[in-house]
């Protein structure tokens, strides 16, 4: 229950042990350190008392929960990069992997890793959760099911959601000044989402590789290309886009959709 906790070499929270933040507390993870939770892990802030988990300025260190259930509420977490594991290759600051995962109200900030969230092969909830100035993609998921309300992206330096094999159902996504895509389907990948905003964008939506999506409400403000639809990876074929209500605010109409794709 100390306040501040500072971790300096890998943790290994083992499956029979749970790990529990309370309102508050605050982890500090220091000199490339792993925290590595096998076990549940519960983080239970407050709106005006959120759990703090941080990379140190120097060497900061990277999450992994691996085969758990995963629940968040009320969090800031900033500053992690990807770790370095011998024989294993995971690319954002915070992986979660075969996990269940329940997360509300948090805010992810300045990660310098490929990725801030990376979601694999998990069964995920999201709520209020905002993604900022990030190096890369902002939250990337390869295979597993994802449904959300409300998330958020600001000053990402690559994609602001990226998934992979894939089912993704959600409402109100807000994107501004993200470097390449706001929402990226690949894969044989299905989404369905209602409510977007997108905002400077290089491209708002691309949608590839066998994947399908239905779109209804979305406005676009200064989007080079706002709507993508293409084969990038032969062996999966034609992707799909069907799009409602879309509104065009100095972004140019221009859609790039390929032959074998509608």
Request: overall charge negative; charged content about 25%.
């Amino acid at each position: 229950k100390d306040q501040k906790i500072i971790i300096n070499e890998n943790v290994l929270v083992p499956k029979n042990i749970s790990m529990n933040l309370l309102e508050g507390q605050e982890i500090i993870i220091a000199n490339n350190s792993i925290l590595f939770v096998m076990g549940d892990l519960k983080v239970s802030g407050k709106s005006d008392n959120p759990v703090k988990i941080a990379g140190s300025k120097i060497d900061p260190g990277s999450i992994i929960c691996l085969e758990n259930n995963t629940e968040i509420k009320y969090a800031d977490i900033q500053n992690l990069k990807s770790p370095n594991i011998k024989g294993f290759e995971l690319y954002a600051g915070f992986n979660i992997i075969n996990s269940n995962v329940r997360i509300s109200n948090l805010i992810i900030t300045d990660f310098v890793g490929e990725d801030m969230l990376n979601l694999i092969n998990s069964k995920t909830f999201m709520k209020n959760v905002n993604f900022e100035n990030s190096f890369s993609d902002a939250l990337d998921i390869d295979t597993g099911t994802i449904e959300f309300e409300n998330i958020s992206c600001k000053n990402i330096g690559n994609d602001c959601i990226d998934i992979s094999n894939t089912k993704l159902v959600g409402s109100r996504l807000t994107s501004n000044n993200v470097q390449d895509k706001t929402l990226s389907l690949g894969e044989k990948s299905s989404a369905i989402i209602k409510n977007l905003e997108i905002n400077n964008s290089e491209i708002g939506l691309a949608v590839k590789d066998a994947s399908e999506a239905l779109i209804d409400n979305v406005i676009f403000y200064n989007t080079k290309l706002p709507i993508a639809v293409f084969v990038k990876k032969k062996e999966y074929g034609a992707a799909s886009l069907i799009a409602k209500n879309l509104n065009l605010k100095n972004s140019k109409d221009l859609f790039l959709v390929d032959n074998e794709s509608n």
